[in-house]
Structure formats: C-alpha cells, structure tokens
Nanobody, 126 residues
Framework: VQLQASGGGLVQTGGSLRLSCEIS????????IGWFRQASGQDREFVAA????????RYADSVRGRFTISRDKAKNTLYLQMNNLKPEDTAVYYC????????????????????WGQGTLVTVSS
C-alpha cells in the first residue's frame, strides 16, 4: 500500500487548506485511516482519524470544530479540510492507514498505523 499526501502550503491566520491523501495498493473495508502532524522540534501528534466506512470519527481537542476528516471511496482518497488555521497548526502533516478497524479509544495511537505517507508541509503565518 502507498499513501501520497498533498495540498500543503503557506496560508495566513484564519485561512483554509484542504489536504488530500491518495491511497493505492489495497481495497478498503473498515480500516482506520487518519492524519497526524509533527511541528519542528516536537513529537508527531494525532490530528484526526476515522474508519473507512465513516462510522466513526475522532479529533484532537486542538482541532475539533475547525478541521474535518472525510474520504472519497470512489477515489480511494482521504481528506482533511482545515479552516480557521492558527500559527500553532504549522507542521508537516502525515496521512496513515491501519490494517485494522480500530476502536474509538485506539484511533489516536500511532502504533496501530502501519502505512504512512511522506508528509506535506502546512505553514500558517501570523
């Protein structure tokens, strides 16, 4: 399986971006897929995740109400719509896919995700 993230860029505070992650090499049923981010000098952290069936979504507290995770089954693509961006959202964003359908409490756990995209840089200027 391969994941290709895109859509990052430079945006001003309050602006919006939509990240995309094209996933190839497998057919999905209900596996977990998600977005994580890593700011310079910091550990990678959870942003949002969902099951491919869209039965469950989960967000980090820092992005809830501003970010929306979604997927297009026909295109095998995962999205992250980011609105009202803040300077603290500046990071490299990674998409990831699990081989399992994770329970709600496990969705943020990076150790459950086996395949990762290369990352796309989001920079929010103040």
């Amino acid at each position: 399986v391969q994941l290709q993230a895109s859509g990052g860029g430079l945006v001003q505070t309050g602006g919006s971006l939509r990240l995309s992650c094209e996933i190839s090499g497998r057919t999905f049923s209900n596996e977990a897929i998600g977005w994580f981010r890593q700011a310079s000098g910091q550990d990678r952290e959870f942003v949002a995740a969902m099951r491919w069936s869209a039965s469950t979504t989960r967000y980090a507290d820092s992005v809830r109400g501003r970010f929306t995770i979604s997927r297009d089954k026909a295109k095998n693509t995962l999205y992250l719509q980011m609105n009202n961006l803040k300077p603290e959202d500046t990071a490299v964003y990674y998409c990831a896919q699990s081989e399992r359908s994770l329970i709600f409490s496990s969705l943020p756990d990076q150790s459950y995700y086996q395949a990762w995209g290369q990352g796309t840089l989001v920079t929010v200027s103040s």
